[in-house]
């Protein structure tokens, strides 16, 4: 079954802190895609990064870093030098082809609260 | 370029009632895809549509349906509205339907 799970409901560092938000997933699919997205308060969901289930290399973008490891389904984001914009709810997402649709399942969430 | 547009904001309906929601993608972009997030958790998906076409339906009651027009637009209706209902529903719009979705600012509704 797909399945995503972000065991960290809220998260408070002080401005400047490196914070990693962890991302767990279930998949029955080879091919999957793995999503993270913010929710600010304004309520729009902001896509952050993507990656293939067939590409595990890690990247850094800017502050944003991600890990991804299938052998543990997990994928983690990492944002450094944390800044109080980065306040936010932060959603991970899987998306895998079934029945001819891509549709996302997302995590609870992980509220970030970055404090000055 | 503009993004993912929808309207209304904000709503406020009472038990029974009908809704309609609509959404427009960002251009060149093809599939919608409208999910539900009650407060305090993540995004349901709802329905997927692509080419005019219902391409996936998430585990909603009879009472959701939708629609996509021939300029991709798309509209999400809710008949005989239950309290449950309420939420902030979020349209999300992709090249295709496996590309990355963009999503809008949502319609918060809220049922009375």
């Known amino acids: 079954a797909q399945k995503v799970t972000q065991a960290q409901t809220e998260i408070s560092v002080v401005e400047k802190e490196d914070v990693t938000l962890d991302c767990v997933y279930e998949t029955r699919d080879t091919t999957y895609y793995l999503f993270w997205y913010k929710q600010p308060p304004s309520g729009e969901l902001v896509f952050l990064i993507r990656?293939?289930?067939?590409?595990?290399q890690n990247e850094i973008s800017g502050r944003y870093s991600w890990n991804f490891q299938k052998s543990t389904s997990s994928f983690n984001f990492t944002i450094t030098a944390s800044q109080v914009v980065d306040s936010a709810v932060y959603f991970c997402?899987?998306?895998?082809?079934?029945?001819?649709?891509?549709?996302?399942?997302f995590g609870t969430g992980t509220r970030l609260k970055v404090l000055a | 370029d503009a993004g993912v547009t929808q309207s209304p904001t904000h709503l406020i309906k009472t038990r029974g009632q009908h809704v309609t929601l609509r959404c427009s993608p960002i251009s060149g972009h093809k599939s919608v895809s409208w999910y539900q997030q009650v407060l305090g958790q993540g995004p349901q998906f709802i329905f997927q549509?692509?080419?005019?076409?219902?391409?996936g339906r998430g585990n909603f009651p009879d009472r959701f349906s939708a629609r996509q027009f021939p300029n991709y637009s798309s509209e999400l209706n809710v008949n005989a509205l239950l309290l449950g209902d309420s939420a902030l529903y979020l349209c999300?719009?992709?090249?295709?339907?496996?590309?990355?979705?963009?999503f809008g600012p949502g319609t918060r509704l809220l049922v009375l």
């Open positions: 997402a899987l998306s895998e082809p079934y029945s001819g649709t891509y549709k996302y399942i």
């Open positions: 999300a719009s992709s090249r295709s339907i496996q590309e990355t979705q963009y």
């Open positions: 990656r293939n289930s067939f590409d595990e």
């Open positions: 549509y692509y080419e005019k076409e219902e391409r």
